[in-house]
């Protein structure tokens, strides 16, 4: 991972507490551009998807996915299409909460009612 530009100085402090695990998780996440079965660029675009997801949202990795997708060839149209799937992700925020703010919506309703 620091080879390919990708480490986190985040995982310093990780990696001096468990070097071995952190190795073994290192060895997982760059399995991908080592065993061949996916194409670079789509592992990028991947990784684009990943990176910019509501639950990570970490740009520097969406910045080093975006350019190196960019020096495969991938287009200013597949990366925004990526970008754009990547926003399903939020929607679960309105599958949670618009159901509750329906049911509390009807409970306040209710408690009104029943008041004199």
């Known amino acids: 991972m620091r080879e390919r530009g990708g480490w986190n100085p985040l995982w310093d402090q990780l ?3 468990d070097p071995v695990w952190t190795e073994q998780f290192m060895k997982t996440a760059t399995a991908p551009w080592e065993n061949g079965i996916l194409e670079p660029k789509v592992i990028e675009m991947l990784c684009i998807a990943v ?10 990795g969406v910045r080093r996915h975006i350019r190196a997708a960019l020096e495969l060839g991938v287009t200013r149209d597949e990366i925004l299409e990526v970008l754009k799937l990547t926003t399903v992700v939020g929607i679960h925020a309105c599958n949670v909460g618009v159901p509750v703010l329906a049911e509390e919506l009807t409970a306040q309703e ?3 009612a029943d008041r004199p």
């Open 15 to 17: 990696y001096e507490w």
């Open 51 to 60: 990176d910019a997801a509501c639950t990570h949202m970490y740009s520097p």
């Open 110 to 112: 209710l408690r009104r």
